[in-house]
């Protein structure tokens, strides 16, 4: 078969075994240096992309992506009596999959055991949630039993474990913002409720968050009707909603818009910049290997000069020995970066398995490492280390080229 002259010489190069023990040590770490930098970069990215994907999951599932409310100066009490209409027209707006009802206000809850936490409550309507991920999280009871019982309250696991209260048992809800006058004098508004559900979704919702019938609610806060008050709207892609939201503030002026990221953008770019922090660490890894073939190849062309001057001599012109030491770089280079792309993606594939087998759990019992392992970021990680080495092979290749043959052949 056919190859560049350049090109069999510089293979020829790389396998050789002749050159000195501690050019070889160096060739060998710096490939060592790239297996480790490639896998680690991949797993590492791996587990960020799975953990993101999880927290999207966990909390874009319940966070609505949208939320729609009257404007202040519109309604005093902000109820939406004519939310039916505005859901069934919201639901032909493109990318929009769900609308659904909501009364949504903060609260003091209290066991009989005197346990007090702050929550949010959350009225909803449980036959436009069955896509909540509330609803497949359920650990007992049913959120449907929101509708067939009076005064009853779904509660997160680890808000019952703080409060020592199991299904069926009473609970208080007190709103430390709305009062009525009593014989007593003022004093907040309060309910007992009934435990007909507990969820656990695996976040910090569960200990946060409640939910209970939005006519109940209504109820709770002396108000006529179902009480609702906002319509949350769930996305196809939740990452489009300021998008859509400019579309409906055109459509819909007299309401107002917000999105998730009001809330928990926050959040979501601080793992965005933890993430891209590890990949420039985990780069820098890279890089510090790749540079090591800079000082193999210095070396070989020191301890090649009589070659590549009769080389030179035999016709082989500048580029020729440019390429020679920039194909032996990238073979090293090539390596490294195959064999790190194999053992990255088996570690990552493999990586709840071997903390089992370690005894190593990272999240608490039952719980696995989140993996995402992604054929486009395995491909940059791959051509940014190829591009490191053919970087890391220019100065060694051109101080090559420079060699004078005749000024080196004297000396031989």
């Known amino acids: 078969m056919f190859q560049p002259v350049s090109f069999f010489i510089g293979l020829r190069y790389s396998r050789s075994r002749k050159s000195s023990g501690f050019v070889s040590f160096i060739t060998f770490f710096s490939i060592v240096g790239i297996v480790l930098g490639v896998a680690s970069l991949i797993t590492v990215v791996s587990v960020m992309d799975g953990l993101e994907g999880e927290q999207k999951r966990r909390i874009l599932g319940l966070v609505p992506h949208i939320v729609v409310a009257n404007q202040p100066q519109q309604n005093k009490n902000n109820a939406l009596p004519t939310w039916q209409t505005l859901r069934e027209q919201l639901l032909l707006t493109p990318k929009v999959k769900e609308v659904t009802p909501l009364l949504e206000s903060e609260a003091l809850i209290q066991a009989n055991s005197g346990a007090l936490r702050g929550v949010l409550i959350q009225g909803i309507m ?3 949630e069955q896509h909540n991920i509330v609803n497949n999280s359920m650990v007992s009871g049913h959120l ?5 019982q009076s005064f009853a309250i779904v509660i997160g696991q680890s808000l019952a474990r703080q409060l020592d209260v199991d299904l069926g048992d009473k609970i208080r809800l007190t709103l430390p913002n709305k009062t009525v006058f009593t014989p007593m004098g003022r004093i907040p508004v309060q309910r007992t409720f009934t435990i007909a559900g507990i969820f656990s979704v695996g976040s910090q919702v569960d200990e946060g968050l409640v939910y209970i019938h939005s006519k109940d609610g209504a109820k709770l806060h002396r108000q006529r009707g179902d009480g609702v008050e906002k319509l949350r709207l769930y996305l196809d892609d939740a990452f489009a909603a300021e998008q859509v939201v400019k579309r409906l503030k055109q459509q819909y002026p007299q309401y107002d818009f917000t999105t998730w990221r009001d809330t928990q953008g926050a959040l979501f770019s601080a793992v965005r910049m933890e993430k891209n922090m590890m990949w420039l660490m985990l780069s820098l890894i890279i890089a510090v290997a790749a540079f090591n073939i800079v000082s193999a190849l210095v070396m070989v062309v020191i301890e090649k000069k009589g070659e590549i001057s009769i080389l030179q001599t ?9 390429k020679i030491f920039i194909t032996q770089g990238l073979v090293n280079g090539f390596w490294g970066v195959t064999i790190g792309t194999v053992v990255g993606a088996m570690l990552t594939l493999n990586l709840n398995t071997i903390f089992t087998l370690l005894g190593v759990n990272l999240l608490g019992a039952g719980q696995s490492l989140p993996v995402e392992l992604s054929v486009n970021n395995m491909f940059s990680i ?7 080495s053919f970087i890391a092979t220019l100065y060694p290749a051109y101080q090559a080229s420079l060699t004078e043959p005749a000024e080196v052949l004297r000396n031989e």
């Open 382 to 388: 791959v051509l940014s280390a190829l591009a490191m």
């Open 314 to 322: 035999l016709g082989l012109d500048r580029l020729g020995v440019v």
């Open 144 to 148: 449907d039993n929101l509708s067939t």
């Open 126 to 128: 449980p036959e436009f």
